[in-house]
């Protein structure tokens, strides 16, 4: 069959899409000007989202001016820049974001992020002086505001800046997960002028990538793969028993690739505890407790004459079946989620199209080669019948 070179060709593609190529950019913040003329002391490139940070620091006073520019990827988006206090990413966040309202004003509100869940406005961990916002005929948005931090002689902060495509109802919607937005944060030294990048989101990417990997191949090729070869094969007496042990090691293989790709998944869920993909998750853990049966069901079956092999059979399909419907299933859930390159999920869909149709011409050959053996049989039958009903010349 031609699922072998299929699936290194898939694992070799995907894996090819772990390293993203970084966004480069196309300005530099020292050549930004703003309408009122301010100027400000510090301005750095940031490196994701083509965005762009101004600020001068009082340290005295402990008071921060900024103005931060960003291109939202869609004309009725927004842009936010925030500060965690407590860790390094988006979730406990305190963010300042702008966007244009139903009126057509700008508008800057603050929110205390602390899941991915609908935003509400709320107070935050700063106090802000005044902000306001202004959009450029380009497209991008500065957000311009003076905020009040509370620990005096804390210079050094983890900011984190996002972009959005869509304010539903005057609330921001949740921004895209590509690899510049998993990328958007950083340390910030207010008082040396200089924002250094983490490397958090390149790591997590990966391992978002490797799990989506394991169960493309596992879940969405190996196992249908599997019920191809158990199903079509056997009809040929020339394949047994060879058909079995195939069908069982494609399994097995599956397996122990799916397994792996589920405790990535675990891993991933229990480092991002904000973030819930819950049907993604419900189905990925159904298909490790099905396929956990299907592994031990092989131990509990019966011989070929026992009464309950029958029973045994029809549990083992239904439950195989079910495995791959709801693999396939769930890899267009995590492609959607992942979202990366268009290409993959064509790649994806070409793969499963191509055994979908094998299948389909096995088939129909099954179909073929089980009628002639059945007409062969009744002639056979006929025959005997004849010549032993009636006179049938002795040797």
Sequence with gaps: MASPPLLTALLLLFTASLIEPSQSQSATCT?????????????????????????????????????????????DGWVSWALNPTATGMAGSQALVAFKQADGAMAVKTYNITSYAP???????????????????????????????????????????????????????KHEFQPANLNAKGSLDLLKGHSSASNDGDSKLKKRNIHGVL????????????????????????ADPAWFYLHVSCQVSAYAIGVAGWGTGLKLGSESKSITYSVHRNIGITLFVFATLQVFALLLR??????????????????????????????????????????????????????????????????????????????????????????????
């Design 31 to 75: 050549k930004q000007s703003f309408t009122s003329n301010k100027r400000y002391a510090f301005c750095n490139d940031l490196p994701s989202l083509n965005s762009f940070l101004h600020w001068d620091f009082d340290s005295a006073q402990s008071t921060l001016s900024l103005a931060f520019t960003a291109a939202p990827p869609k004309p």
């Design 119 to 173: 935003l509400r406005e709320s107070k935050v961990w700063f106090d802000v002086k005044d902000s306001s916002a202004e959009a450029s005929a380009g497209g991008a948005i500065t957000l311009f505001a003076t905020v009040v931090l509370p620990e005096k002689g804390r210079t050094v902060l983890n900011h984190v800046w996002q972009v959005g495509g869509s304010v539903v109802g005057g609330v921001p919607a």
């Design 215 to 238: 169960n493309v191949v596992s879940w969405g090729i190996m196992f249908p793969t599997g019920i191809v070869m158990a199903r079509y094969l056997r009809v040929f007496p020339s």
């Design 302 to 395: 019966p011989k070929k004459d026992h009464k309950y092999r029958v029973y045994w059979n029809v549990y083992h399909h239904g439950v195989g079946y079910s495995v791959a419907v709801l693999g396939i299933i769930n890899v267009f859930k995590g492609l959607a989620i992942l979202q990366p390159d268009p290409k993959w999920k064509r790649a994806y869909i070409i793969v499963i199209a191509i055994l979908g149709g094998i299948a389909l011409l096995l088939e129909a050959i099954t179909w073929v080669v089980v009628l002639k053996r059945k007409k062969a049989g009744k002639s056979s039958n006929s025959y005997d019948g004849y010549n032993n009903g009636h006179s049938r010349q002795e040797p």
